[in-house]
Every structure is written in structure tokens, then in C-alpha cells.
């Protein structure tokens, strides 16, 4: 334990560096503020993000795409054996049959379920899912809002239905393979000639599907579905950002490519989509169907399941032709 | 312990007993014939029932109702101190947050939810939902597809995507009242009453929601919400059937009157609904937006969350118009 | 379809059948009376079964064991990993803290757990678990008993706490080997030779352990712990029955051999012990501990966790020494 | 924005008060060293604190504290319909039975539980539970060791089998009441006139239960029983940290008196046992049966429920005489 003497010539000293540290952190901070990432451009209390850009104009855009009446359903089906990140689980069970007292011999069953139910399967992202240290969209502190009984803000049953424009960018086949490569990541360069091949252009408020051919391990090689994946990177995501979508869907467990080629990153696409500019991601998509049957364009129908406080969704999206 | 001989004395006037309940079930039994209702009458293997009614052309239909591009969510949130029967439960809970590895600090939560999923909240029943005595839906029995891990038969994944038009029936504005009386029975004049009024008629496939006004109890006196409610009775359920519509909705929690006039029945409107008919429910519907805007008719469209061997679903149809 | 008057002649001619049928039925339920296993010895209504043979007397027989004050823990930690059988599953999550109020900074940590926690890692098997056809201990028939908010007869917490004198046959030891074969059926002559070997004998409501050395494998090779394992025959079986033992236990998963070298019989020892004579099961133990220490004889403690309605309990016995 | 120069000036500015500050700090500091409670008197590494206590030694004394071998479940049923705090919850459902090949006709039930299960009904708090700010017993700091997977720190599986001597306070009976009047606060002069009278004396590594007579309140009127209750206060607290003993039980559901006198006050007795000494709470005993019986000296025998990494164990502790 030093005196309180030198304690106090410490202090002095400390003093020295400090007024040098100030004058570098107030310039580094001029230099940051072109990074000032919020409050978001729907203001400062806005819950919402990129939902925000699906109005009654763009539903009814969305609405005169359907000429055909087909209907895809996009997500899959939540069963045991589905690849699962880390320990998250997913359970079902039937309980015994209950019997209602009456003379017509009523009898009905429940279902239980358990699970990290808006992380696994087909999964919708929310605003309050990942952050950027503790700060998420909106630069909301996530010490104040993530609460054990639920989000207090951000919580996925602020997003509201999403009815929209779709687009399905179907790189696979623009690369020519059923299947993107392990770990492949999709540039915006890929984007604009898949949009150049399928004759489309995206407009502010779409969703947009990425087709990787991953999917197509789904529930055949798990293992090799979740070490890594083919996906965006942080080019082919800021185009997005820059083209004002409302969602970014794939065939892959991310959405972005896993891992980042550069590896000091984890998750920046999650971060760059979600935190910054208040897009969803829409995660373990089957896009298979669509691709088979070049949909391209299509109304892209979701409601996230309004778990008050939740930080994301299951649940099917349709695409409807 | 009877003798032998004495047993065989027995038989022999149980037989004599026989040979006259012979006679008597087997007339009985064609009394009966007249009530057999199953295979269904989409075939003895089909499992999705009345959602079968939804084509491409009405698909089409529906799509054509929407003008506005205005879209209502008649679901309700999820959240503690809802309204439950009996011990189901809901549970909802964020836990500690993930760190990803990386030097862009991205952190995550997840949700961890758990509870009687298709039978909680806002909910639509599916045909393994409810029966009569062992036999379900087209007759399957309960006692060979309803398995611990999930119903082998029945299963709401089964259901797909319900687009479709909707109606909504204001029976509480018919009867001039906000919230009709507790346990009052709509019968089939209510609904053909309203649908003059509304200047509306039901389509085969259409989802017909109920406006009993009752919804306005949720979770503000959630004891009198559950002890009964108004609904619709037989008389209106077989109109319905009638109609060939596809699904019944309200904004009570069992769509059908509780308890029903007749003491000696429990949850007979479901026996007919889905067991007979293959006719789905959506029960806690929010349908009070609805109402107030007089939004008659629209596009109805859900996507059951495909759990694989679920009962029912939650979730939050919407009504597009 | 039959005519009325050939239905009449049939059934006069089942009455033939009948007569017969019943002379021949009487006879064999003169056969079956030796086989007849309910009431059981502790009365028609008894839910304890050999819970009864702990008296006062026993506990202190069990408590004069106790001479050096050592205690061996012998059920394993339930953990992400741990081997499971079917899709049973097991999750602990840490939910975000909670703060409370004041100027002493509180702050509580809780844990949410969901899994079939009377059947997953060390588990004991209560009465209420597993039966012949519809009929558990005593006779109860599980169409009346188990009901989806649990049992309401047999349910785990009729046990009470089990404070007995517990034995550890060192099966394996007595072959000369680590772990015995898979599949290997423990006979009644391996029970009475390790009892010779370990100068001991089993006395009426003793809880008595089998070590196999199988217990091994746990979260080391769980397939081949799971696939098959050395147990207890149905004649070891018996013997431990006619020793009027309170509790079978083992560190393997199922305590009896599997599968049962009469491939026709799925967990006949199951239902010798619960069934037919009320002993519990004790599975997925840590016996390796006591065998180490050739701790042979010791004061058995165990509390079912009282789950009201439950099947089986988790939670670790000791073996005080 | 201040410009670069005036900042300069401001960090001068700073320094002043920094150098002042640092003097200040330090001073206090000194002053705080007298209320430095960690690293813990068992190490800094020790994770299981009082239980420490226990030695072989202290199992004997316990073990000879049998003499009549009667047992005593201090724990209650867990059920619907016991009071719970806050949105935690407890289910438990029996699935569809499953049936096992073989001619045998075997047939079994499994459970499906889920809860916050170290925290309802009778619950051991361990060392993970709760803490002062960050930091918990021996300064474990939670923002390291609070995982969304478990604790990695004082996880009740560290605890281990607790067998030791138990003693009963009959404050109640002390004070001339079947319950203590609402939120009495216990005082140390409280526990020395019961000890008195009781004429007994607590022993280092002691169990300690407190008879409040607030039990009686269990499932009788949960609201009365949740809002507040008698129990120990920060006096009788420290007595029983003086004593050395190893755990405080009592049949409320907090074991301290709440609210606290002190309002500002949250769950400071919680501080003061788990964080600062180690020592464990045991809440919603059943003591009724020990008090009527005036048990009060007797074997106290616990194995937290060892779930790897949980906060805390469900359970029935027994108390053998």
C-alpha cells in the first residue's frame, strides 16, 4: 500500500497524461461522429426500424403482384432433429386427453412447448436481438431494457405485419451451382447481376431472399449446416442498407456468411442490418421452392408471433404469386 | 365364485338376450347411418379439412378486397396476466446475454418461451384439437395418431397457409349493444340478421369472424372472460357448416356460447366444427378494430406455425382490406 | 348390408360359440388366479409399495451404519450433454438479473429449467411410471389415474422420504472385470456369489445398488451407453422381490439388462419390480465411488423431489458411511 | 460543442479536483478495509461456503441426534396453485404414454416440468442467487460468471449432501402466538429467548430453522402470504453468522422479515448470509410438524438437486429424529 504522499504526486501526475488524453479523445470523437449510427432517421423513440417504410402504398404494390393465387410458404416445419445453435432446444409433447363433462363425450388434447422459440427453426430477428456492445437499435442500452420477464423495448411485438414487396435473388443459380460453396461470401457485385439475370431492381421496403442452395442440408447433414455457411458479407449487406429494404432473408442459419472472411469479425452483418439500420434478417428460410419455380417477385407476408418482450419470431412467411 | 354349471345356464339366457339386442342395434344402427360423418368429404386420408376450400380462385378473390392497403392485426399480444384455462401457462423469459468472439463487441439474447403454445392467447384449433368420445377429424382415432412427441395424424402442420376472404359479423352492433349478454347463444337468425345489415354474403372457403364484444374483458376482468361468454350455438354453427366456410373466428375464447343451453353438452360447436365438418376456430381474436371501422369484408390470412404434431397454433391472423 | 333375418340366425349361432366360450374362459381364469398380482400386500388402496418396509426400526438400522461420517454422493449433475433417451430433453437457462428496490443493491439471479425432469440423468421410477397393459401397482388402470396436470394416483409424492440400510454388489468386481459386457444378464447366482464374495446379506426394505461399471461411459460414449447394457434378469429380478427389498438401483440406465435376452419382453423387470411388487428403480447412479472404496454396506437417503402427480423424481441419493 | 482550447482548460480544471479526490478516496478506503468481506474465510477459490462446515465430525453428531427414527419432511408438495413470486412459474404435464414392443404389453408415463425450479415452493438458496451489486460470496463478480447456460461460478451442483445437525426455533410458541403478527421483525434477543427456553444451544455448522407459524398461510390465502412476512432481521442475522452456522430455514419465503424496518432496505439479510458469509437459506418450509411435535433437535439431511449451474435447488429437506 503506497503513502497518501505519493498518492498525491500520482494524482498530479496522472493529471499530465490527462489533459493530453483529452485532446486526443476530442479529436478521435470528431472523427467518430461521422459514425453516429443514432438516433435512427424514424427519430429517437422509434421501436419499429425498417418496418416503418411498409405503407399502405407499398402493401398495395405488394398485393398487385399476386396474379396467380399460389401461395409458398417459405418457413419450415419446428420438429425434433432440426439443427440448433449451442444448447437452445426445442420440445413438444402431447398431454393426456381431457375429458369435458358432458353427454356428447368431448375430449381434447393440448401441445406444451419449450424452446428458445424466436432462435430456432425459421427465425425473424428483431430490433432487440443483437447489439453493437451494449447498444442496440436506436442506441438503446440494452442494461435498461433487457429485462427477464421481456424487453421493455425493442420487443418483437413492436414490428406490426409485414406485407410487402418480395424478391427472391437466386445467387446459386447465378453462379451456376445448386449449392454455393462452404463459407462462400456473396458480394454486391453478386447482387447486381443476380438482379441484372432475373431483369428486377429493389425497391425501398422490399424483402429480399437470398437463395444459397444451403437449405438443401437441412435436416440431411446438420453438422455441416451449422459449422459455417455461404452468405452476405458486409458489401453485399450495405447495398441493402443503401437500397432501404425492410428484410433480409436466406436459405442459411445467419444470413451473412460464417464466418466473416475477415475473422476479427463476429456477426457484423447481424450488426450493420439490425443495429444500425434497423433491418430484419429472416434466418433457416426454404427458399427451394421459389427458386425451382423462378419466383422471383411475390408478396412476402409475415406476422411476427407477438410474444410481448421477445426478442424474435417463429413462424412460416408466404410468398404469394 | 358361481359353479360351472351354473355358468353355462347363463350363457345360455344371455343368448336368448343376444339374439333380441341383435335386432334392436342393428336398427339402430341404420337410424344412425344418417349421422355417419366421416371419411371426410375430401376423402378418408385428407388431414387439412375445410382449409382444402382455399383455392387459387379464391386466393384471387380475397386478394381482390384489398383496396386500402390498410392492415389490421387481430391477434393479441402474448404476456403475462392473459386470461388462461385452467393450469396451462405461458412463460417467457430473456436470458444472460451470448458474447460473440470478435473485436466488433456483437452481443446477443434469445428468448426462452414455454407453455401450451396452440392453446393460449389467441389461438386456432386444429383437427387434432378436439373430438368426440376417441374419434377425431375424419375418424381417426386418438388413441393411435395422438403420441407423446407429437399427433402422427392431424398434426396443424398439416394446415398451411389460410388466405382467404374474411367477414366479420358485428352481432353485438345487430343487437344494438356493445358487448352482448353473459352466455347468450347467436343462433342462425343473429348471423343471417347481420349478414343482411351488413348488406354481406358468405362464400364457401370464406373465415367468418364473430363480433360479440365480449373481447373487451381481456385482461381487464379476465375472471368473467373465462367463466363464459357469449358465442355462437349449434343452430348458428350448422348454418355455418352450411355455408362450406373454412374457419370460425371470435373474440371470445371458445367462439361457441359457454356454457351451452343445453346443460347435458360440452363444446358440442366444436364436435361440429372440426370433428365433423373439418371447420377450424380462431379463438381470443382482437376484432374490436374491426368492428369500430365497420371493416366488413377483407383479405383473412394466417399461416398456422407449422409445429409438427401441434393441436393448434398461436399467432395473429390479419384482416387486409 | 345383411338382412334382419340373417343377422337373427347369426347371432343364434354365436350363442353356440358363446356357451362354449364361456365354459373354456372359466376354466382359464382358474388358471390365471396364481398369477393374479393385485391388491397388494400393503391393501387395495396402498400408493407407497415397498416405501412401506421403511419403519422406524429400519431407519435405525440404516443410522447404525453410520461410523465414520462419510458421505458419497451417488447421483450424477444434470447437465447440457448428459445421455438421454428418445427426444426427452433438459434446459437450464440464467434469465437476466433482477434489482431490487434500495440503496443496498440487491440483485437476484434466478433459473429456468424445462425437461422431463422424473426420467432425464439419475432418476428414480415411482409407481406411477410404467405398468402391464393399462394396469400399474395395485391395479390402478392409467385411464383413470394419469390426467394431463399429473397422476392422481401413484403420483411420486405418496413416497415419502426412503432412509434405509443400502448394499452395493460389486457385480463387475466379482466377473473381474472394469465393466461387465454389453448386454450381459445379471442372474440371481451372480447376486447370491457377490453376496458370498462381500460377506453380506439383504434384508427386507433394503435399497440394494448393482454396480456394473457401465456408469463409465456417461457423456464419454453416450451412444453405447444407450444402445444396450448389462442389468439385472428377470430371475436377479425375483430374487431381490423374494428378498423383500424396497429399491433396485444401478449405474446403467434402465437397472435390468437390455435388451432382455427374450427379445420378445420390452422391460419385463420393470414390471416385475413396480408393477407387480412395488419396489422402486434407481437409475443412472454413480456407483463407482462405493466401489472404489469397497463401501459394501451403508444408511441410503433419498427424497423423491414431491412433484404432486409426477412419475419418477430427480435428485442424488447418499450413502452414508 | 465546447472548442479544443476550452476543453484543455476544462482538464486542467479537473485536475485540481482530481488530485483532491484522489486524497479523499483514499482516506475512505482505509476506512472501508474493515468491511472487506471477501476473499472468503475458506479461500479465495471456495465455492461452497458454510457448508464447509460439515465435517465427518458433524455428520456423527447429527447421526447420533437419531434415536427413534422418525423422519420429518420439512419440504412441501410442488403444485398448482402454490404461491409464487412474481412471473416465475411451475408446470408439469403428463404426455401420451408410450408403449414398448414386446409381448409384455409394457406402457409408461414420463413428466414434462418447467419452472424457475431452485426458486418456488420450498427452494435452498445457493451462492449464485444473490449478491451486492456485481459481486457475490467471495467477490465473485456475476458479469463473469452469470452464463445464459449456467452459472460457471458457485452453481449449486458445488454445495454437495448436507447432513447436519438441525435445530428449531419456536418463535412463535416464544412469543405466546400460533403466528407471528405480519412483518415482526425476529430479533437476536428473540433467538437467545427461544434458544433458552428451548434449552439448547447452536454449534458451529448448525442447520437452523425458524417456526414463524406463517406457513399456516400456504395455499390458505397466498396473497396475505406473499405481500409480507415475519422473519429475521439484520440483528438476528448477524447472531447467526456469530453462531457459525451453516444454513437458516424457515416456513415463509424469505426466512428474513419483509419489508425490512430499514425501508430502504431491499433483502439486505439475503446480503448478509449468502454474499458476505456463505451462508445458505432454506424458504417455504413446512415446520408445522416439528413445532407440534416439539422436535427440536434432530438430524437435518439435504442434497441440493445438483443442476449444473443453477441458482438453486427445489426439494424436500428432512429432518430425522
Known amino acids: 500500500m503506497i503513502g497518501l504522499k505519493s498518492r498525491t504526486w500520482f494524482s498530479a501526475m496522472v493529471c499530465v497524461a490527462l489533459v493530453i488524453l483529452t485532446f486526443v479523445v476530442s479529436r478521435t ?4 461522429q461521422a459514425d453516429r449510427w443514432y438516433p435512427s432517421r424514424w427519430g429517437a423513440n422509434d421501436q419499429r426500424g425498417a418496418a416503418n417504410r411498409i405503407t399502405p402504398a407499398k402493401v398495395l404494390e405488394a398485393k398487385n403482384l399476386i396474379t396467380r393465387g399460389t401461395v409458398y410458404q417459405v418457413g419450415r416445419t419446428y420438429e425434433p432433429g432440426m439443427p440448433m445453435f449451442g444448447t437452445r432446444h426445442y420440445s413438444l409433447r402431447i398431454p393426456q386427453a381431457f375429458k369435458i363433462a358432458g353427454t356428447n363425450q368431448a375430449i381434447y388434447h ?4 419449450s424452446g428458445e422459440l424466436g432462435q430456432i427453426g425459421t427465425q425473424f430477428d428483431g430490433l432487440g436481438h443483437l447489439g453493437i456492445g451494449d447498444l442496440f437499435y ?3 442500452n440494452r442494461t435498461e431494457f433487457a429485462q427477464a420477464d421481456g424487453l421493455t423495448k425493442l420487443g418483437i411485438e ?3 405485419p409485414l406485407f410487402t414487396r418480395g424478391v427472391l435473388l437466386d445467387i446459386a443459380r447465378y453462379k451456376g451451382v445448386a449449392q454455393l460453396p462452404d463459407t462462400y461470401e456473396i458480394t454486391a457485385a453478386d447482387l447486381r447481376a443476380a438482379l441484372q439475370r432475373q431483369n428486377l431492381e429493389i425497391r425501398p421496403g422490399d424483402a429480399v431472399l437470398i437463395h444459397t442452395g444451403w437449405g438443401s442440408l437441412w435436416m440431411k447433414d446438420n453438422t455441416k449446416y451449422g459449422q459455417g455457411s455461404p452468405g452476405i458479407g458486409l458489401g453485399a449487406a450495405q447495398f441493402l442498407v443503401d437500397e432501404e429494404v425492410t428484410l433480409v432473408g436466406a436459405d442459411n442459419w445467419g444470413v451473412e456468411v460464417f464466418p466473416n472472411p475477415n475473422t476479427s469479425l463476429g456477426a457484423p452483418v ?4 439490425l443495429a ?3 433491418i430484419y434478417l429472416h434466418e433457416n428460410l426454404n427458399t427451394a421452392d421459389l427458386a425451382r419455380d423462378s419466383v422471383y417477385e411475390f408478396a412476402y407476408i409475415f406476422v411476427p408471433l407477438p410474444l410481448k418482450g421477445a426478442t424474435g419470431s417463429p413462424g412460416s412467411p408466404i410468398a404469394v404469386r
Chains 1, 2, 3, 4 share one sequence.
Open 138 to 140: 436506436n442506441g438503446n
Open 270 to 273: 447481424h450488426q450493420l442490418l
Open 276 to 278: 444500425r439500420n434497423g
Open 158 to 160: 413492436n414490428v406490426g
Open 29 to 32: 470523437a470528431q472523427g467518430q
Open 110 to 113: 393440448d401441445d406444451l412447448v
